[in-house]
């Protein structure tokens, strides 16, 4: 039954206009509704369109999140009050690269660690989050920036690869 949502999701509800446009809350309501079938999300989100979950079997959401359009999201939990900004990549599995006789794209994938986004976070628009990383409490995240270790509660951070530039409180 869940491939039939699936299959609806990225077939029609995924590629529906957003919130702003006439009918937009229905079409993300519908959005939403399919991804219930497919995955733990929890109540007054925002979906945009054209965000790709993968099979959405490693995808957690919870309560009053936003995530925009063309954003990719694998083996996340992601915490409540949670807005996630366009094109914004959450990274889930790597390629082992370990066998040196073997090309990389021919040894298997790798699922890594779940990423941990906790509440209240802020991602910018295209961030990078890398597989495994944990996001702590209040914490924003720069646009562009590329997250390859896990956060200080309330911290901002910014850059390639991203650094603490200073706390909220």
Known sequence: MKNIFLILYYGIASKLPNISF??????????????KKTLVIGNNCRIMKN??????????IGNYCRINELSRLCNVKIGNYV?????????????????????????????????????????????????GVHIKKGCIIASNAV???????????????????????
């Open 83 to 131: 807005m996630i900004g366009r094109e914004t990549i959450i990274l889930g599995m790597s390629h082992k690269h370990d066998k040196v006789d073997m090309p990389m794209e021919r040894q298997e994938k790798k699922m890594s660690k779940q990423s941990i986004i906790e509440d209240d976070v802020w991602l910018g628009a295209r961030v990078m989050i890398m597989p």
């Open 51 to 60: 965000v790709y979950i993968g099979s959405g079997r490693d995808i957690e």
């Open 147 to 169: 997250l390859t270790k896990d956060t200080e509660e309330y911290g901002v951070y910014g850059g390639v690869p991203a650094k603490l530039i200073k706390k909220r409180k």
């Open 22 to 35: 006439p009918l937009g809350k229905m079409f993300n309501r519908f959005r939403v509704f399919t991804l």
